[in-house]
């Protein structure tokens, strides 16, 4: 599956790894040893992968380090940009966010809400 390296390197840079799988199934990731999975597989019916409108999954990052490398990551495998690190004040006070593509166009944004680093 193409986007699992694009993966790999942006979770990776959020403290996310890929979890064990047997060859040939799709690729899972966690943070730590429990908590939410994320799976990078095709859809159950077939049909080809569609973007969601308005939709984008966030993932909370530590420090606004781990912000500005998942979006570097993101871009240097692929991706594109859709909002470059930066604090974003009309969400709150310390909301430090990123928002990018992934190669099939799904949103993600990471966010840091800590004060600066």
Same mark, same amino acid.
């Given at each position: 599956?193409?986007?699992?390296?694009?993966?790999?390197?942006? #979770?990776?840079?959020?403290?996310?790894? &890929?979890?064990?799988?047997? %060859?040939?199934?799709?690729? !899972?990731?966690?943070? +730590?040893? $429990?908590?939410?999975?994320?799976?990078?597989?095709?859809?159950?019916?077939?049909?080809?992968?569609?973007?969601?409108?308005?939709?984008? #999954?966030?993932?909370?990052?530590?420090? &606004?380090?781990?912000?500005? %490398?998942?979006?570097?990551? !993101?871009?240097?495998? +692929?991706? $594109?940009?859709?909002?470059?690190?930066?604090?974003?004040?009309?969400?709150?006070?310390?909301?430090?966010?990123?928002?990018?593509?992934?190669?099939?166009?799904?949103?993600?944004?990471?966010?840091?809400?800590?004060?600066?680093?």
């Amino acid at each position: 599956m193409r986007a699992g390296g694009f993966y790999d390197a942006v #979770l990776g840079a959020l403290g996310w790894s &890929r979890l064990p799988k047997p %060859a040939g199934k799709p690729p !899972a990731y966690r943070k +730590g040893a $429990s908590g939410p999975v994320i799976y990078v597989q095709h859809p159950f019916d077939g049909q080809p992968a569609t973007v969601g409108n308005g939709s984008h #999954l966030a993932l909370v990052a530590e420090t &606004r380090e781990m912000v500005r %490398a998942f979006h570097q990551q !993101a871009l240097a495998q +692929g991706g $594109s940009d859709e909002g470059e690190p930066g604090l974003r004040p009309h969400y709150a006070d310390n909301y430090y966010a990123c928002y990018v593509r992934d190669i099939d166009g799904n949103k993600l944004q990471a966010v840091c809400y800590a004060e600066g680093d």
